[in-house]
């Protein structure tokens, strides 16, 4: 199926607490995801999943997502626009 | 010395085809960098120096920075300001 970013935002429940649910980070030992790109995340999400990229906290949560659920929450993030200003 | 976001923005340089200066990726296969946490930033870099986490770019980029050249380039993405706004 395609990505659905509707679905994804429901599943970004669980990714809230410390990415927020609009992708600004909540913590700062946690990347903001608002407006990555849907493969970036996916790209990441699988590394988790398989282990190649290791971290505490993301190794559990990526291990039981399907691929599926990968690309419905990497669309969801995606799909929030970001603008970025520079400082003076 | 502090981390030096002035001296950041200059080594961003060799960062800004892929991520842009103002943090904003080129390229889909890159992340977003504007206004990741500056202590997220760091441990990234640290990690691609160390070999802990593996990009076959972010290797070598990573393999000759001082932990004074990660602090500032860090300190220059923390610095730029993000916005993000939800989809309709």
Request: aromatic share 4%; net charge neutral; hydrophobic share 40%.
């Amino acid at each position: 199926l395609p990505a659905d970013p509707v679905a994804g935002r429901k599943l970004a429940g669980q990714c809230k607490t410390c990415h927020g649910l609009d992708g600004i980070a909540k913590i700062p030992i946690a990347p903001n995801l608002a407006g990555e790109s849907q493969i970036y995340i996916q790209n990441q999400l699988k590394a988790f999943r398989s282990g190649k990229r290791q971290h505490e906290m993301m190794t559990v949560v990526a291990r039981d997502l399907t691929d599926q659920q990968i690309a419905d929450v990497a669309a969801w993030y995606e799909s929030i626009e970001v603008t970025a200003k520079l400082p003076e």
